[in-house]
């Protein structure tokens, strides 16, 4: 079980930094994407970082109940988030 948790912590942070790096990129260059000139990639970056902030807070929640399966829940909102970002990203370079 503790070998769970660890593995938990060390997901959420690594959620809550690319939150953090999607938040600081939205003005700027992001990979090979000017996000100045792209509105709709900007408002993209916003939403998924919130979305990241918002699943690594409900991540840090579920880690103090005993269930071990509850945290399925982090590990799969935090896949499907980014994910989805990453489809949206590829048809917006379209």
Avoid at 4 to 11: N, T, V
Avoid at 39 to 65: D, K, N, Q, R, Y
């Amino acid at each position: 079980m503790l070998y769970i948790r660890i593995f938990m912590i060390i997901f959420i942070a690594c959620l809550l930094l690319t939150a953090w790096y999607l938040w600081h990129r939205r003005n700027g260059a992001f990979l090979v994407f000017d996000v100045s000139s792209s509105p709709e990639l900007h408002s993209l970056m916003t939403i998924c970082s919130w979305t990241l902030l918002a699943i690594s807070v409900l991540g840090i929640v579920l880690l103090f109940f005993d269930n071990k399966y509850l945290n399925l829940i982090t590990l799969f909102l935090g896949s499907a988030a980014i994910f989805i970002f990453a489809l949206l990203l590829s048809q917006n370079n379209q």
